[in-house]
Structure formats: structure tokens, C-alpha cells
């Protein structure tokens, strides 16, 4: 199936949002004595149409002196794996360094990049969200991920962008 990776800097909500797609159907990868656990791995269904996802923040503790190689951890998870990538940011606070370079490290790829523009908890979400494209992103999408706002439409242009199963000729 294909695989869509979510990544962002900490408390973003990319795990709000990674459990809110995937309800309880994850499992976390390297659970061992020892080892990182620094992505988790879920199964999402929308629309009768099957994706596999990952969280590509997994586990890893909120330190702020390990932002910047996790951000190049994320990114380099995402563009080996992902067939579409979802990047979180915080729509109530400013946009910050790790932001900006994962959006220049993502964008530079080609891959299909959807910026989810999370914690846009009230109505008047969508024309705040716009603010956000000045990070280069062409798809920008208001979401809540605690209150599930917005989850639809984000979850109907990733699929819309996935390789479909093939079809057998009769
Ligand atoms: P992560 O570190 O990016 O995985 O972020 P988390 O999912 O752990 O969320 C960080 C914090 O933001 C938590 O306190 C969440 O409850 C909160 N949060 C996540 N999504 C939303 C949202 O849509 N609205 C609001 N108000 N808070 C949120």
C-alpha cells in the first residue's frame, strides 16, 4: 500500500493527528530495550481506499537541542518512503527555523508536500491558514486535530495524489 509520512518539529500535533487517521491500527517500530523509537508506522482507510502512514516524529524526546538533526532524521525518513508527505505546523505561533528548513528540505524534493496548518481550533480558520503559504507550499490545509476540523478535505487531496492499486484488465 502506499505510504504517506507526517513530519514537523515537536508539538505540532503530529501525533494528535497520527492517532486521530489512524485510530488504534499502529505499530511502533523498534520497541526494543535500546533502541529509538523514532517513527511509528499506522494504517489509515478513506474513502474505501487503503494508505499506510507514518509518523516520522515516533518517540523521540522534546528537547530543543536535538531540532536540527531531527529535522534532517524526519526529512530523510519521509523522502526515502513516503509517496506523500504531510508536514504539521503550529497555526498559533510563529512559523521557526526547523519549520522553514523542513519546508526547504521537503519542497526541494518534488514529492507531493501538503502543508497542514494545525490547531485552527475556531471558524475562522481557512483565511489564517492562507498566511502559511509563504512557505512555498501550493496545498495548505486548516486543521484541527483535536476537534477534527479540516481532516477530510486534507485526506481527499493526499489520496487524490496516490498511486492507485492496479486495476486487472478483464
Ligand atoms: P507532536 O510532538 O508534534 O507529536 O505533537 P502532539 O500531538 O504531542 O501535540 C502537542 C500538543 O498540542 C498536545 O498538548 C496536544 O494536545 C496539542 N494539540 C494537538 N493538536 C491540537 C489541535 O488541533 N488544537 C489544539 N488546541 N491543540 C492541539
Redesign the pocket.
Known amino acids: 500500500a502506499p505510504l504517506i509520512a507526517v513530519c ?12 486521530r487517521l489512524t485510530g488504534t491500527r499502529r505499530s511502533i517500530v523498534g520497541d526494543e530495550p535500546g533502541i529509538t523509537r523514532d517513527r511509528i508506522y499506522g494504517e489509515i482507510e478513506w474513502q474505501s481506499e487503503y494508505a499506510r502512514i507514518v ?1 516520522t ?1 515516533g518517540v523521540v524526546p ?1 528537547d530543543e537541542a536535538l531540532i536540527p538533526s531531527e529535522i534532517y532524521r524526519q526529512a530523510r525518513v519521509a523522502l526515502d518512503e513516503a509517496d506523500a508527505i504531510i508536514m ?1 505546523v ?1 497555526g ?1 505561533t510563529e512559523l521557526a527555523a526547523p519549520d522553514l528548513e523542513l519546508a526547504r528540505i521537503l519542497l526541494r524534493s518534488g514529492k507531493h508536500i501538503f502543508l497542514a496548518v ?4 475556531t471558524v475562522q480558520i481557512t483565511s489564517d491558514a492562507e498566511n502559511f503559504r509563504q512557505l512555498g507550499f501550493r496545498d495548505v490545509f486548516a ?5 477534527n ?1 479540516g481532516i477530510g478535505d486534507l485526506l481527499d487531496a493526499v489520496f487524490e495524489t496516490l498511486p492507485r492499486p492496479e486495476v486487472e484488465a478483464p
Do not use: C, Q, W
Open positions: 514537523g518539529r515537536p508539538n505540532v500535533g503530529k501525533s494528535t493527528l497520527f492517532n509518523d516524529g522534546d504539521v503550529d498559533r494545525n490547531k485552527m481550533d486543521i484541527s486535530a483535536e476537534h476540523n
